[in-house]
């Protein structure tokens, strides 16, 4: 026997003032793990994922990706199993996918969209511990190791050895993503519309230390 649960976009993980779909991680049809992420949703601050919260299979998805999403719309139904048997049988289809895997224990808790961002940055994510559940890494641990990363990699150079940027051969110009777009339209209004403007000038006599 099978019954239908409604996975909603929950009203208290709303972190900005927008949601969009931006990513399917299933498709109908689909059976998943309990806790298992099924959708990408981003507001204007970060990138959230909704697991499932049972085992069972994805029946129907009723907000699209780029769609609008509001705090309690329903994202999905899944259909979850009810007699032990037919949970045990889709747990051992996915059995052997994991035992075929050489990935270390921590590798199998990534979900699809932290190891492609994790492969397009090129990092390697054994031993780190993720802020999410269980130590689960999230794509903001992600994120802010790439960053760390980057801060170390791209130190200042002095200025006797400080050269003039010079535009590399086949160089790509990569669109921001929503996220940013949306972080920079805020402070651009932050500035221009709501922050004043105020010069202040002090005149200071440096003789003495020059």
Known sequence: MTRTIEIRFPEDQQEGTEAT??????????????????????????????????????????????EAASPGDVLCLLDTFDEPGMQAATEAGAAPAADASVKPPERARLSPAVKQRAAELQ??????????????????????????????????????ARQPAVPAA?????????????????????LMQTAPHVTAIFEADLSAVM
Do not use: F, Y
Request: glycine content about 8%.
């Open 21 to 66: 779909v931006t990513r399917w991680l299933v498709a109908e049809g689909d059976s998943v793990a309990a806790h298992d992420p099924v959708v990408e949703i981003e507001t204007d601050k970060v990138v959230l994922e909704i697991a499932a919260p049972e085992a069972g299979r994805i029946t129907a998805i009723r907000i699209r990706q780029d």
């Open 123 to 160: 990092l390697d994510l054994s031993g780190v511990t993720g802020s999410g559940r269980d130590g689960r890494i999230t794509l903001q641990d992600v994120e802010a190791l790439a960053a760390g990363r980057q801060s170390r990699v791209v130190a200042p150079a002095p200025p006797a």
């Open 170 to 190: 086949g160089s790509e110009i990569v669109p921001h993503d929503r996220m940013r777009k949306r972080i920079a339209d805020n402070m651009v209004a932050s």
